[in-house]
């Protein structure tokens, strides 16, 4: 194994770290929330979809829908901009902003809970989380920023 795949292979783990740290912390914001505000996980769904601050929420909601679209966007850029300069780093940081914009909406999620009292502040999560869960860092991403491939 030469020194590049080694490095290569340092990068994915650390990528992966990453990703379950971010992962993971989105969890706790729910944890945390669970223990602050118990009384939203009473789950009243006669309230309407926006709740009492339509505007905010729609506008969090719009914002959110963008973030979760640029995040494949800027991961895909960067990625073919880390394969195109051959830095593993660079393919790195693709999951790491695609993931950090994904937990994004997590927060904002948290904010409507805390700030509006936002009874369907889980679909929130539920979008953060699982667009977390499909930027999960891949091992050919990080081996076609490493090293030239014989053509």
């Not at 973030?67 to 790491?96: D, G």
Request: glycine share 4%; net charge positive.
């Amino acid at each position: 194994m030469n020194q590049e795949t080694t490095n290569a292979e340092k990068t994915y783990r650390t990528a992966l770290t990453i990703w379950a740290a971010l992962l993971l912390s989105q969890v706790m914001f729910i944890v945390m929330l669970f223990f602050s505000k118990p009384e939203l996980f009473r789950f009243d769904f006669s309230r309407p979809l926006l709740g009492d601050n339509a505007m905010a929420v729609g506008l969090i909601m719009l914002l959110c829908i963008n973030n979760v679209v640029l995040s494949f966007v800027f991961r895909r850029k960067y990625l073919r901009q880390a394969e195109a300069i051959q830095s593993p780093q660079q393919a790195q940081t693709a999951i790491v902003v695609g993931v950090a914009m994904a937990e994004s909406v997590s927060l904002f999620g948290m904010v409507l809970a805390f700030a509006f009292d936002y009874p369907y502040f889980f679909i929130f999560f539920i979008l953060g989380i699982g667009t977390t869960l499909l930027h999960f860092p891949r091992r050919e991403e990080i081996h076609a920023a490493s090293y030239r491939r014989s053509v």
